[in-house]
C-alpha cells in the first residue's frame, strides 16, 4: 500500500498537479487518531440529544438521569498540528453524500455510532422531512437529500447457519456481501461477541473449513473470520464506488483498578468517571484483538479506511452510560449519545467528504 502511494506520488508529480500530489501525501501523514481531549464548552456538544428522535434508550444517559454534563464538553484534538479535525458540518455532509447509501454493519456499537449520525444530520436539518422505516432494514432516510443511512446488524459478520445439529458460526461463510457491496459507504465492525458465551452467543458448533467443533480459541475463530471479511473485500467490493470503513475495537472501562492503569485503588466499574484520561497515559495500550484487526487490514489490497478509535476512546472513561440508560444495569461498553461516537462519525465525516472532495 505504501509503495503503490509512493509511486502514485512519483507519477503525479511527475505529470500535472505536483500540488495536488503534495497535498494527498500530507494527508497521508496526518494522523488524526493521536491527540488529546481538550475542554471545549463553546462547541460542544454539536446537539442537544433532548432535541434528537434517534437515540434509543441504551444510550440517552440525559433522558436517564445522568447529573454530570461536563463529559459533553470536550473535542477532539489532533495532537499533529498538521492535521484538524473540522467541525462536523451536517448540511455539507447531506449535500456531497447526495443520492447515497450509508450502511452501518455490526454489533450494539455500530448501533452506537448509527444513533450518533442521525443525531448529528437531524441537528442540520431538523425541518427537512426525514422518513423513518423498520423492514427491511432499519433505515433513516433525509428525503431532501436522498440521503438514507441503514443499520445491518451482525454481531460476527460471518454466517450462523441453522443446521439439523443446531446453529452453527461458520467462519468461512459471509451471505450479506452481495447486499452490503450494493452500498456506497460501508462502515464495518466486529469484536465484542467474540468472547461472549451462555445462551445469547447464537450458535452452538462453530465451524471452521471442514471442522465443526463445540467451540474453538476464540482469538484464532476471530482472526478466521476477519479473513473471510477481507477476501470478500479484495474479490467482490468495487471500491470505486464503494467506501468502505472498518472501526477498530472500542474500549469497555469495567474493573478500572486492575484493567486500565490510572490507579483509581478499588474501582470497579465506570459510574463515578466524569473526566477523561490525560493523554500519553495510554501508551502501550493496544488489545491483542486490536493487532489482529490491522494485520488483517494491512494484508488487503483494496483501500479500507481503519477507524482506529482504540485509543481516543479509551482516555474517555467517563464517556459510557453507567447506569444512565434505560435498560437498567451498568453498561461500561457503550457510549451515551451526545458523547464520544460524534467524535467517530466527525472523523468519518472528514475522511469521507475529503476523499469525494
Ligand atoms: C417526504 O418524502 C416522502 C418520500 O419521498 C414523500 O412520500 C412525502 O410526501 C414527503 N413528505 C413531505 C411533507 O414532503
Ligand atoms: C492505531 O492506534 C494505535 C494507538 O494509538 C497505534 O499504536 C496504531 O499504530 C494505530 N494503527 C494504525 C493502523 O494506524
Redesign the pocket.
Known amino acids: 500500500m505504501i509503495r503503490l502511494a509512493l509511486v502514485l506520488a512519483a507519477l503525479m508529480a511527475a505529470g500535472r498537479g505536483a500540488a495536488a500530489a503534495a497535498n494527498s501525501i500530507t494527508q497521508q501523514r496526518c494522523d488524526l487518531y493521536q491527540g488529546s481531549w481538550v475542554p471545549d464548552s463553546a462547541d460542544c456538544p454539536l446537539y442537544d440529544s433532548s432535541a434528537c428522535p434517534f437515540i434509543r434508550k441504551e444510550f440517552d444517559c440525559l433522558k436517564y438521569g445522568r447529573p454530570d454534563h461536563q463529559y459533553l464538553q470536550y473535542r477532539w484534538q489532533p495532537s499533529d498540528a498538521a492535521c484538524s479535525l473540522p467541525r462536523f458540518n451536517g448540511l455539507e455532509f447531506l449535500m456531497k453524500m447526495k443520492g447515497k447509501k450509508i450502511m452501518f454493519v455490526g454489533d450494539s456499537l455500530s448501533m452506537n455510532q448509527y444513533d450518533s449520525l442521525l443525531c448529528m444530520l437531524h441537528a442540520a436539518a431538523p425541518n427537512s ?3 423513518r422505516d423498520s423492514q427491511p432494514l432499519p433505515t433513516v ?1 433525509f ?2 437529500y436522498g440521503v438514507s443511512i441503514i443499520l445491518f446488524t451482525s454481531h460476527y459478520l460471518v454466517d450462523i447457519q441453522q443446521d439439523k445439529i443446531g446453529p452453527v458460526l461458520n467462519l468461512n461463510s459471509m451471505s450479506s456481501g452481495n447486499l452490503w457491496k450494493q452500498m456506497d459507504v460501508l462502515i464495518f465492525n466486529t469484536w465484542l461477541w467474540w468472547y461472549r458465551t451462555g445462551p445469547k452467543q447464537g450458535w452452538e458448533y462453530i465451524q471452521d473449513g471442514k471442522t465443526i467443533s463445540k467451540d474453538m480459541n476464540r482469538m484464532t475463530a476471530f482472526t478466521r473470520a476477519l479473513q473471510t471479511w477481507a477476501k470478500w473485500v479484495d474479490s467482490s467490493v468495487d471500491t470505486s464506488k464503494t467506501a468502505l470503513f472498518f472501526q477498530g475495537v472500542s474500549p469497555a472501562h469495567y474493573d478500572l483498578c486492575s484493567g486500565a492503569g490510572w490507579g483509581e485503588a478499588g474501582v470497579r466499574d465506570c459510574s463515578r468517571e466524569t473526566t477523561p484520561i490525560a493523554a500519553g497515559a495510554t501508551r502501550g495500550v493496544v488489545p491483542l484483538a486490536l493487532q489482529v484487526q490491522e494485520d488483517i487490514l494491512r494484508s488487503i489490497r483494496k483501500p479500507v479506511h481503519f477507524l482506529n478509535i482504540t485509543a481516543m476512546s479509551y482516555m474517555r472513561k467517563d464517556g459510557h452510560p453507567a447506569s444512565h440508560n434505560g435498560l437498567g444495569g451498568m453498561d461500561c461498553t457503550h457510549w451515551c449519545v451526545a458523547g464520544v461516537p460524534d467524535t467517530w462519525n466527525q472523523i468519518l465525516s472528514t475522511t469521507l467528504l475529503t476523499q469525494s472532495g
Request: glycine share 0%.
Open positions: 422531512n426525514i422518513t432516510t428525503q431532501d
